[in-house]
């Protein structure tokens, strides 16, 4: 792990880029067992790192209601903010040119 800030953050919805296995840190399965699905999505709950060296989240799959450790390369966005984003944009060019129009 460098001193690159992470990619996600506290709260933030995050879905698996692909399934999950128990690795022997998850004590409630198997060695190998999928824990969690590609696609499923749950909530970054902490940020931590494992040997200090490999960034790990714990985010908590609500749905399945389990609370796994997860890599960044696992992980994606799944918060809608580029649709929220756009919706913002949007809303300051309408208030913009209802300024300009009553200027």
């Known amino acids: 792990m460098s001193d690159d800030l992470p990619l ?3 709260g933030q919805k995050v879905r698996l880029k692909r ?3 128990a690795d022997g840190t998850y004590s409630f399965a198997k060695m190998g067992e999928i824990i ?9 709950r902490n940020i931590g790192s494992f040997l200090q060296t ?13 609370l796994i450790g997860c890599r960044e390369e696992e992980l994606e966005n799944a918060d809608n903010e580029t649709n929220i984003k ?3 944009d949007e809303d300051l060019a309408v208030l913009q040119a209802h300024r300009q129009k009553h200027k």
């Open 19 to 21: 399934d999950v296995r």
């Open 36 to 44: 969690a699905y590609e696609g499923e999505e749950g909530y970054v």
């Open 54 to 66: 490999i960034r790990v989240y714990d985010v908590d799959f609500i749905a399945s209601g389990r």
């Open 86 to 88: 756009s919706e913002i």
């Open 8 to 10: 996600f953050e506290l």
